[in-house]
Nanobody
Framework: QVQLAESGGGLVQAGGSLRLSCVVS???????????VGWYRQTPGGDQREMVA????????DYHYSVRGRFTISRIDVENAVHLSMNGLKPDDTAVYYC?????????????????WGRGTQVTVSS
């Protein structure tokens, strides 16, 4: 089973910084590849998750226009980790942040490629 462990959320004042981390692991089978990883967020009462930033397997990054220039996504493949550095945080950035990874996994006789989600980490920015 593929697992995504998110960390780094918390409470910060406007203008502050946080660094979110997402680590991909398996407790059964073998992790063959981690392709595109994205960070999404969902606000209280919101019914959809909004893509904040993503990074492809080759390191190409993409950002939501509202965070461009403030957030930076990076990956360390040997650690199966993706980080989201968030600077200049605003109250509008308050949300639960979720990591989504497209993963190639080998378990038993089956090789599969699919998306997995983490459980989320709360980011709260006070004004």
């Amino acid at each position: 089973q593929v697992q995504l462990a998110e960390s780094g959320g918390g409470l910060v004042q406007a203008g502050g910084s946080l660094r979110l981390s997402c680590v991909v692991s398996v407790d059964r089978g073998r992790l063959l590849a981690v392709y595109t990883v994205g960070w999404y967020r969902q606000t209280p009462g919101g019914d959809q998750r909004e893509m904040v930033a993503s990074i492809s397997g080759s390191g190409v990054a993409d950002y939501h226009y509202s965070v461009r220039g403030r957030f930076t996504i990076s990956r360390i493949d040997v650690e199966n980790a993706v980080h989201l550095s968030m600077n200049g945080l605003k109250p509008d950035d308050t949300a639960v942040y979720y990591c989504k990874a497209n993963v190639k996994n080998h378990q038993g006789s089956v090789v599969s490629v699919r998306d997995y989600w983490g459980r989320g980490t709360q980011v709260t920015v006070s004004s």
